[in-house]
């Protein structure tokens, strides 16, 4: 019998593309295949208007996640803003009928219904001003400079816009997946107090887990993130054994 192979569904952070999770599938073990999600407006997606609400986003993945789902089992992973759209997709899943992850992993991201005061505080801000900020938390991508920033400026903008439109229903849709909240112990943009909160978006078990770095901790620590998604499936694959 072959081992059983699990998928790890990734989207990126608010500015973001799918190439900031490329190195994981260097890194993750023969078992787990990393899938890179490309929101729309970047990336190979450039040519693609950019969403201009979230659901439209997680839907348009969910559409991605389906084509590409051919492991045992599936995760699905998402970093700040991507953590958001990770939660609307899985609901999208559920209603549709369809197979849902054996885990949604949110990084980085205060419950669906709390706004960050870092995202409200910069959303104005000339782009100077704006580069600069990004630049201060490690939002800018590596050797990317001021004067080559219009195009990357330009996609955070809209994301800011999607992401600040957006409001969970009321009462929250409850996904019936666990859900893992993993955050930064040094990330002003999270807060311990709220993380627990997760748990009005599922009717499954919430477990929050530190580990060490600010607000992009989770692109530093591949070997980490991947260690506990390897520990991950292989306890969930002897549960189901």
């Known amino acids: 019998m ?37 929101p729309a407006g970047r990336g190979t997606r ?21 084509d590409r ?10 970093h700040c803003m991507g953590a958001l759209i990770a939660y609307e997709l899985v609901c999208h899943l559920e209603r549709s009928g369809l197979k849902t992850p054996r885990t949604l992993i949110v990084s ?26 990004l630049s ?7 050797g990317l400079s001021r004067a080559m920033a219009e195009g990357f400026l330009h996609i955070i903008r809209n994301d800011q816009r999607m992401v600040h439109a957006y409001t969970p229903a009321d009462p929250p849709h409850r996904i019936s997946v666990p859900v893992h909240v993993l955050a930064g112990r040094e990330d002003g943009m999270t807060h311990t107090e709220q993380l627990p909160r997760w748990a009005a978006y ?3 078990p919430v ?33 189901t054994a």
Do not use: M
């Open 2 to 38: 072959a081992p059983a192979r699990t998928q790890v569904f990734c989207i990126p952070h608010a500015g973001g593309s799918a190439g900031v999770f490329r190195p994981w599938q260097r890194t993750f073990p023969a078992g787990i295949e990393v899938v890179p999600l490309e």
């Open 46 to 66: 450039r040519s693609e208007p950019f969403a201009t609400e979230l659901p439209y986003a997680a839907v348009d993945l969910a559409g991605v996640l389906v």
């Open 69 to 78: 789902l051919d492991g045992d089992e599936f995760l699905v992973l998402g």
């Open 108 to 133: 980085g991201r205060n419950p669906p219904h709390l706004q960050t005061d870092w995202g409200r505080r910069v959303a104005k801000l000339p782009d100077d001003e704006l580069f600069a900020e």
């Open 136 to 142: 201060a938390v490690g939002g800018v991508p590596r």
């Open 202 to 204: 599922t009717s499954g």
């Open 207 to 239: 477990e929050v887990e530190y580990l060490p770095g600010g607000h992009y901790f989770l692109y530093d620590k591949p070997d980490r993130v991947a260690a506990l998604i390897a520990g991950r499936s292989a306890a969930q694959q002897a549960v």
